[in-house]
């Protein structure tokens, strides 16, 4: 059983947002949704300014990345850089599974994106995975 993404009116898949938890759907994936990327104590899961914390820095791998599927989003790092997708793949909507190799890969039907760029590498998925726009924010990564 897949994971998938509300549907837009179009027919696409509607990019992550700040909407309630939605669990890893059984992807066996090895994610992070629930990190305590605060140190405050403050659970509300919102950092400084208007960004929304999704993780410690130190929680997404240098040189590899983290799913999270609470959040629909993947975060890619590189050094202190960190990128953000869309966790949804173009293709049916599954999520992503992992971030390894410099590549973002589904499991349901083996779509492969560039971990850098969120360009398809190997369909069947025929268009990119859309930016997320995130902050690296006192060692947390929050969104804009």
């Excluded at 009116?9 to 059984?26: K, L, M, T, V």
Aim: charged share 30%; aromatic share 2%; hydrophobic share 30%.
């Amino acid at each position: 059983m897949s994971t998938r993404a509300p549907a837009t009116d179009d027919g696409d898949y509607a990019p992550p947002g700040d909407g309630p938890a939605e669990g890893d759907g059984g992807t066996g994936a090895d994610t992070e949704g629930g990190s305590d990327a605060s140190d405050d104590g403050d659970d509300s899961g919102h950092g400084d300014g208007d960004g929304v914390v999704l993780a410690a820095l130190s929680d997404v791998p240098d040189g590899g990345g983290l799913v999270l599927t609470d959040r629909q989003v993947v975060l890619v790092r590189d050094g202190d850089d960190v990128e953000g997708f869309s966790a949804v793949c173009t293709h049916q909507g599954c999520l992503v599974g992992e971030v390894a190799d410099g590549e973002i890969r589904c499991p349901c039907h083996g779509s492969v994106f560039d971990a850098r760029s969120g360009d398809v590498v190997r369909g069947p998925a025929q268009r990119p995975l859309p930016e997320v726009d995130v902050d690296v924010r006192d060692g947390r990564v929050v969104l804009r």
